[in-house]
């Protein structure tokens, strides 16, 4: 996997994927941005965030189970000195659909927390304390 950072102005960056894809990255007026894209460590959560959202839809959907809408909610906390690394993550899924067996959605969260989600994985060996939990729409 690789990727380029390209320096645009002041603290505004263009990431480029491996796959062809850009964003852009900037940090805050008072640290001389202009709020013109996301922050690094917004990317990392974001990253996390649909890494781990991938493998609970993949383990569904290949569960056979009829989900219409699957959201997760993350909340970090960070350290209060530099390095300001993540200390905590919490991610609250939100999973709708017809007639979800909860065993299953309960077994997909899981799986991806211990076994498949790369991202949270990587995070928590890294001492991130990441917890997750989930609640179930029925959709009509």
């Not at 960056?13 to 900037?26: K, L, Q, T, Y």
């Not at 990317?43 to 993949?58: Q, S």
């Not at 065993?103 to 917890?131: D, H, P």
Request: overall charge neutral.
């Amino acid at each position: 996997m690789k990727a380029r950072i390209k320096w645009v102005e002041n603290v505004t960056f263009v990431g480029e994927s491996g796959s062809g894809h850009a964003v852009i990255m900037d940090g805050p007026p008072e640290h001389g941005g202009r709020n013109l894209g996301i922050r690094p460590m917004e990317m990392i959560l974001l990253g996390m965030g649909g890494c781990t959202a991938f493998d609970v839809m993949h383990i569904l959907k290949k569960g056979r189970q009829a989900v219409t809408d699957c959201v997760v909610e993350l909340e970090a906390e960070r350290a209060g000195s530099e390095p300001k690394v993540f200390t905590r993550i919490h991610a609250h899924f939100v999973v709708s659909g017809k007639g979800l067996k909860e065993k299953q959605v309960q077994r997909a969260v899981s799986l991806s927390a211990e076994k498949y989600c790369s991202a949270s994985i990587m995070l928590g060996r890294g001492g991130v304390e990441i917890t997750h939990d989930y609640e179930i729409h029925e959709s009509d």
